[in-house]
């Protein structure tokens, strides 16, 4: 499974974007899928998560109320809504695949990870 996450930039404090994550596969369909993020000099840390058919969300306390996660089954897509974006939320967004149907919230349960889209907030 390949995932690709686009949809990064640079945008103003308080902004808003919107990060997609493609499948090759439809494999993933029943696999919960999480972003993660990593700032410079960072650990990646987790930011949302989804199960297999979109009915449990989780996240981070950090994003909670300003992120959204969701996911488009028959298109095998994942995306992640920023919005009121801060300085401390640049870091690369990734995607990842979990092994079970779960929202993981913890690395380990992921697989498949995907190449990270940049995200850059100025203030």
């Known amino acids: 499974v390949q995932l690709q996450a686009f949809g990064g930039g640079l945008v103003l404090a308080g902004g808003s974007l919107r990060l997609s994550c493609a499948a090759s596969?439809?494999?993933?369909?029943?696999?919960?899928m999480g972003w993660f993020r990593q700032a410079p000099g960072e650990e990646r840390e987790f930011v949302a998560a989804?199960?297999?058919?979109?009915?449990?969300?989780r996240y981070a306390d950090s994003v909670k109320g300003r992120f959204t996660i969701s996911r488009d089954r028959a298109s095998g897509t994942v995306y992640l809504q920023l919005s009121s974006l801060k300085p401390e939320d640049t870091a690369v967004y990734y995607c990842?695949?979990?092994?079970?149907?779960?929202?993981?919230?913890?690395?380990?349960?992921?697989?498949?990870w995907g190449r990270g889209t940049e995200v850059t907030v100025s203030s």
């Open positions: 990842a695949a979990a092994r079970g149907a779960a929202a993981a919230t913890f690395r380990t349960a992921y697989d498949y």
């Open positions: 596969r439809r494999t993933t369909t029943n696999n919960g």
């Open positions: 989804i199960d297999w058919n979109g009915g449990t969300t």
